[in-house]
């Protein structure tokens, strides 16, 4: 069921985490699915709801650095200049993990994601739990991850019962992922802070090139964040493509192609990348639940935000070339 974020509900949910039970709640880059990240048997949970393969691991959620102290070492200047910026905000770091994280969080991995979120609903979800919550997107394995409480209702409907409601997701693309265990400043996953803004504080950083490789981020399968239908990027065969068929199509900011689309949406009117990214799951989650057989996407620029839209976008494709 969803619920109003009243203090009163948000203090529900903090119970039912403190009661080792799941709850679905917004941030600002998707709605998470989460658990008391110390309870082991909470956070299988989640996997349960989800379907989740149980290799991949968990993102703490946090909202003090006390908590951070509590769960992991920071071992490096750059990452304490990331945390210094972008936090509370979408920012997920790789750490080394302390022991108090039970293995089920991380995959047995010896290192731990953590991220404040901004959401004021989170921070007061976490402060009243009293405890750091870990959290997957709030979507079954594979699928769409949820920019609104809607979403997450018609994904995992009878799988969670308290839904707590805050909204449009903000920023609406899953937060960037950085690692320096390895020594260099790494992207395992870009997300709604972009690398730009990310080098201009903490120096040059890798982006970690897995689309056609081995996974390195143990959940950046390559067909994740895939709708439930067959999606392509257009080119010149696009026509060809959707013949006979009922197609939906997503744009960056209009249609240029001269083919007519049973329904055309449209990321952001005026090209605006931070639009677009707030938009884009919503418009597939559209599309998905409307009658179009087959989804066409508009390639972006890959700059700034155009980087993590990409990669959701190749991802997605990806799925459906490969059957
Ligand atoms: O914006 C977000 O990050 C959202 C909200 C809810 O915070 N969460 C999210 O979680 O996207 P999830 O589980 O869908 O993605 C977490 C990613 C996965 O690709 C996982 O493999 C990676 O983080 N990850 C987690 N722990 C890791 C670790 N120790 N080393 C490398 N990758 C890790
Ligand atoms: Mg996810």
């Given amino acids: 069921m969803i619920f109003n974020p009243t203090e009163e509900n948000i203090q529900r949910a903090a119970e039912q985490i403190k009661h080792g039970n799941i709850v679905a709640f917004p941030t600002e880059t998707v709605y998470g699915l989460g658990a008391d990240c110390f309870n082991p048997i909470a956070v299988a949970k989640i996997f349960e709801a989800k379907q989740r393969p149980a290799f991949n691991p968990l993102i703490v959620h946090i909202n003090s650095l ?9 071992h490096n200047d750059r990452i304490l200049k990331l945390i210094n910026s972008f936090w509370p905000g979408p920012l997920t770091v790789i750490l080394p993990r302390k022991k108090s994280i039970p293995d089920i969080v991380t995959s047995g991995l010896d290192t731990v994601a953590i991220r404040m979120p901004r959401h004021k609903v989170a921070l007061s979800l976490i402060h009243k739990a009293g405890v750091p919550i870990a959290a997957p997107s709030a979507n079954m394995f594979g699928l769409l991850s949820p920019t609104t409480s809607a979403h997450v209702q018609n994904q995992l409907s009878g799988r969670v019962e308290f839904i707590l409601d805050g909204g449009n997701a903000e920023i609406g693309l899953e937060s960037t992922i950085v690692d320096f265990s390895g020594g260099s400043l790494k992207i395992l996953r870009p997300g709604g802070l972009t690398i730009e803004e990310i080098e201009k504080v903490a120096g040059k950083a890798e982006v970690e090139k897995n689309i056609n490789g081995k996974p390195n981020s143990p959940g950046q399968l390559q067909h994740h964040y895939a709708p439930s239908k067959p999606l392509f990027i257009i080119d010149d065969n696009a026509g060809e493509i959707i ?81």
Avoid: W, Y
């Fill in 66 to 74: 006390t908590q951070l102290e509590n769960i992991a070492e920071i």
């Fill in 243 to 323: 013949k006979g068929k009922k197609a939906g199509a997503i744009f960056l900011s209009g249609n240029n192609t001269g083919i007519k689309f049973h329904a055309e949406k449209i990321l952001s009117p005026e090209g605006d990348l931070r639009e677009a990214a707030a938009n884009f799951f919503r418009h597939l989650h559209e599309l998905e639940n409307s009658n179009v057989e087959i989804i066409a996407a508009e390639k972006i620029e890959e700059r700034g935000l155009g980087i993590a839209i990409m990669d959701r976008l190749n991802r997605a494709a990806a799925k459906f070339a490969s059957g």
